[in-house]
């Protein structure tokens, strides 16, 4: 079990709906007693019906509410109260930033904005005892740092250089959620995560855009040369770092999160399609299916991990080998294909 301080009654997560959202949800659900809000404009790559949360319903309470709208953001801080709140709601999709950068300005930038100003009205009219737990924690990506070289690690230290209107917009709210610690005094945390995997990520993201190619017979695209790395970090691990954080970190400090699993992309789709060729063999080879395409614009050549901090402040460590997780990964996908399929298309 979770065990947050006595004063702690209700939590508010922003953006419950989406792939780590979902996961936040499910482990607060399941290991603490506490009333849960998840508030979430219900988008396009949203879906809570995968998690049978049947069970905790008198829990859970979904707010279905945009943070572009202030009125309605206020209202929602009001009517939800919460002693915790942790800010996952973003658009996350560097190729859609580039095709519509507008969006993301609204969701992250401006919709963080009203989080912070809602939530500056609900702090000050906290009670002592409240005000002495509560925490904001923002969770935010490696990406706000740019690029690496073939050396070196992002940390803490790292400066600001996003390279996409994603991470722009992501560095922009990092900056307005540190100001607003530092000007108004809300308790704040901030974590800047590696890339993410997982059960029910939706397809459009790199890992399940392999395997949802590779099992439908369609052509696997990767970006340029196949030469980018990334540093990858299972979604569990993720969870388990943030709940470190919330509970045990310094207010207006970040951390830095990640797993220390660097591939490139050209090895993630080896290592997928060799799973693939084991467990869909009908279709294999899958690597076949390899199509090198146009880098993208401002395509960050190498991210990678120092999270020294949170280990030795905060004792966290990721627990799951990547080979493991990802074989989980790819074998949910094998078994989720209709929810892969309809997800989709209520996209395009």
Known sequence: MIEFPESVKIILVTGGSGFIGRSLLRRLLKETN????????????????????????????????????SDETKKAIHFSNPDIVFHLAAESHVDRSILGPRTFLESNVIGTFNLLEALSYHWQALSLARKKNFRLLHVSTDEVFG???????????????????????????????????????????????SNNFGPGQFPEKFIPVIIHNAINNKKIPIYGDG????????????????????LR????????????????????????????D???????????????????????????????????????????????????????????????????????
């Not at 070289?149 to 917009?169: L, M, V």
């Open 147 to 193: 690029s690496l070289g073939t050396d070196g690690f992002f940390s803490e230290n790292s400066s600001y250089d996003p390279r996409s209107p994603y991470s722009a917009t992501k560095a922009a709210s990092d900056h307005l959620v540190k100001a607003w610690n530092k000007t108004y005094g809300i308790p704040v945390l901030i974590t800047n995560c």
């Open 278 to 348: 084991n467990k869909n063999t009908s279709n294999a080879p899958h690597n076949r299916l390899k199509s090198y395409i146009e880098d993208r614009p401002g395509h960050d050549k190498r991210y990678a991990i120092n999270y020294k901090k949170i280990s030795d402040d905060l004792e966290w460590e990721p627990k799951y080998n990547f080979e493991e997780a990802l074989d989980l990964t790819v074998k949910w996908y094998l078994k989720n294909v209709d929810w892969c399929n309809k997800i989709l298309q209520k996209r395009y």
């Open 34 to 69: 506490l009333k849960v809000f998840n508030l979430d404009k219900c988008g396009y790559a949203s879906d809570l019906g995968i998690l049978n949360l049947n069970f905790y319903s008198k829990r859970l309470e979904t707010l279905k509410i945009d943070l572009s709208n």
């Open 249 to 276: 970190g310094r207010v207006g400090e970040s951390y830095c999160i990640g797993a220390g699993l660097q591939r490139s992309n050209d090895e993630i789709v080896e290592l997928i399609c060799d799973l693939l």
């Open 227 to 246: 030469k980018n790395v990334r540093d990858w970090i299972f979604v569990e691990d993720h969870i388990d770092a943030l709940l470190r954080v919330v």
